[in-house]
């Protein structure tokens, strides 16, 4: 059986920390490096409910997408939920490991999961790292569809291969263009826009457009834009880094069983229709 220590290096050799942006926060957060690890837990956001099911399963590890303290703290009080979760950690004997921006650019990663998900074949980096020898790494993804779509049709096969959110997802374009080419991001991607266009794809997948980019984007170039929630467009990444840590135990013969979480996480929990023509 592994330690800690063991499976975090399992982990920082299919995540490198040094992948990650140089403003993220990756890596372990809490626990003993020397402590046993039977159960790991997968999850996008290290929220209460998630550290409530990972002590229920009884998880000696917990590794998420989203760090718990981006931007530093001074403290770790149970007066505030970030710090509740972190007495719940270690009261439970239960650590904490963050993969992050890292998981984003590694290959694969997030956008390789997210492009699966999607039905579409990776062709490579929507923004690749320079330095990767093997030009595969990097931010965001290009694919191909296996059969050119309307983009309406394209759009519902988003739905359907995501986890559903209250928000679903969001469309900008002709309904009827067809789409072979496309682009994607897990998580925020309207940073990309540059690069996007640059890339000569029919239609864009990611989150969290704001609209003046959104806007701006459509004006300056026909790409059809596909919009998820934040939460739904990481999650696939869940089972390929479950699959990938379980290779990992095969080869050195530990006994390790992963689980991803299936709580919704994503903050919007009701939507409201409107009657609207398009």
């Known amino acids: 059986m592994p330690n800690l220590s063991d499976v975090i290096t399992a982990l920082e050799e299919l995540y490198p920390p040094q992948w990650a942006e140089s403003w993220d926060a990756v890596g372990l957060v809490c626990g003993d490096p020397e402590a046993e690890v039977r159960r790991v837990l997968f999850a996008v956001d290290p929220v209460q409910a998630v550290v409530d099911e990972a002590a229920a399963w009884g998880a000696d590890l917990v590794?998420?997408?989203?760090?718990?303290?981006?931007?530093?703290?001074?403290?770790?009080?149970?007066?505030?939920?970030?710090g509740r979760v972190v007495h719940t950690l270690i009261r439970q004997g239960i650590a904490l490991h963050v993969a992050h921006t890292n998981a984003d650019h590694a290959d694969p990663g997030v956008s390789d999961a997210l492009a699966e998900a999607v039905g579409l074949r990776v062709t490579g980096p929507l923004v690749p790292d320079p330095t990767a020898p093997a030009g595969r790494r990097g931010g965001g993804r290009i694919g191909v569809l296996p059969e050119p779509m309307t983009l309406a049709a394209f759009a519902a096969q988003?739905?359907?291969g995501l986890p559903a959110t209250a928000t679903g997802v969001r469309v900008?374009?002709?309904?009827?263009?067809?789409i072979s080419r496309v682009a994607v991001c897990g998580g925020s991607g309207d940073?990309?826009?540059?690069?996007?266009?640059?890339?000569?794809?029919?239609?864009y997948v990611t989150a969290d457009l704001r609209h003046h980019p959104a806007s701006e984007a459509s004006e300056a170039a026909p790409t059809?834009?596909?919009?998820?929630?934040?939460?739904?467009?990481?999650?696939?990444?869940?089972?390929?880094?479950?699959?990938?840590l379980t290779e990992a135990a095969g080869k050195h013969g530990w006994q390790l069983e992963t689980k991803v979480s299936h709580l919704v996480t994503d903050p919007?929990?009701?939507?409201?229709?409107?009657?609207?023509?398009?």
Do not use: C, I, Q
């Open 63 to 82: 590794v998420t997408h989203h760090p718990l303290y981006l931007r530093g703290t001074t403290s770790v009080a149970a007066t505030t939920f970030k």
């Open 158 to 160: 988003v739905a359907a």
């Open 172 to 178: 900008s374009g002709d309904p009827e263009r067809t």
């Open 191 to 203: 940073s990309f826009f540059a690069e996007v266009r640059a890339a000569d794809v029919d239609a």
């Open 224 to 244: 059809a834009l596909v919009d998820a929630a934040h939460w739904a467009t990481e999650w696939p990444w869940l089972n390929l880094a479950a699959r990938s």
């Open 268 to 278: 919007w929990t009701g939507h409201a229709p409107m009657p609207y023509t398009a």
